[in-house]
């Protein structure tokens, strides 16, 4: 489910930034989350413990890391690179994740888990590297924010984890949440955005319910259930099985809805994405 959420997450964004700046959609999306959070207190079918304890400094910071730097990051990153080298950043994530986790975070990893991490992003290397539509158009400083949100990716994951210790993936999720409509919405008054951010909303259909499956299916629902998939798995290897299988679900999509360029790289590509998966995810049953 999760995989799906993100991976046609893309067709909404590209349709709501016909409408919108990045950063009013980015506000709008997670404003609308942080309601449906702040209602689930309210009423009273969650209760927002936010307890001491080694792990809340890890609840901020998960936030903090997503969706705040991630998502804008990889904004300004694809922005001043191509799609093509957007790709293969955010490819990486899975291996950055893994080495960050064993420098910083005591995390192990066995043959078969870096091996499926290798195979999975030749896969996605051989869909994008021999696609007509490559490019390697792109400037320093976006290689240098591709780069940082790629870190902020895996940070992100290893600090849901550890949170995870003390809280629940509802609570980890609802920070998010809220950490990231203060964020945007602070980003985007000092833009010079005002209410238009959200009454653009009320103006057309299709607007709002691509907003709302943003907002509701993407963030409240793929983010909790991801967050609680930590619960259970290593960061490296939740990233790994979550990102690729969303990446497939996405060119799949791309070519289905969006009308874009596919051939045998596409293929072999995906094929070997998925077998890098099924590899990787061998290690949920031995465990």
């Known amino acids: 489910m999760i995989s799906i959420g993100w991976g046609i997450a893309f067709i909404s964004i590209a349709m709501l930034l016909q409408d919108m700046a990045p950063m009013q959609m980015l506000a709008a999306r997670w404003t609308i989350t942080a309601l449906i959070f702040l209602l689930l207190i309210v009423t ?37 690179t191509s799609a093509s080298i957007s790709a293969i950043f955010v490819a990486t994530i899975p291996s950055m994740t893994l080495v960050l986790g064993i420098l910083f975070f005591r995390h192990k990893a066995d043959a078969r888990l870096v091996l499926g991490l290798l195979i999975t992003f030749a896969g996605v290397v051989i869909a994008t590297v021999f696609s007509p539509a490559f490019s390697l158009g792109g400037t320093r400083m976006g290689m240098l924010c591709m780069m940082l949100g790629v870190i902020a990716a895996s940070m992100y994951s290893l600090s849901s984890k550890r949170a995870s210790a003390d809280f629940d993936a509802m609570t980890v999720t609802a920070m998010m949440a809220f950490e990231g409509a203060i964020c945007f919405n602070i980003i985007a008054f000092l833009k010079g955005y005002r209410m238009e951010t959200f009454t653009i909303l009320f103006t057309d259909w299709s607007i709002m319910a691509n907003m709302l499956f943003l907002a ?44 874009d360029l596919w051939g045998w790289y596409t293929i072999v590509g995906m094929s070997i994405t998925l077998a890098g998966v099924w590899l990787s995810s061998m290690r949920m049953k031995t465990r």
């Open 44 to 80: 009273g079918r969650m209760k927002l413990n936010l307890k001491k304890g080694k792990s809340l400094v890890f609840l901020f910071l998960t936030g903090l890391f997503e969706p705040c730097a991630y998502s804008i990051l990889e904004a300004y990153g694809v922005k001043m």
């Open 216 to 259: 509701v299916f993407c963030a409240f629902a793929s983010y909790l259930c991801y967050n609680k998939l930590l619960n259970y798995v290593e960061p490296a290897l939740g990233n790994n099985i979550v990102s690729s299988l969303s990446t497939v679900v996405g060119v799949v999509a791309g070519i289905i809805v969006m009308g």
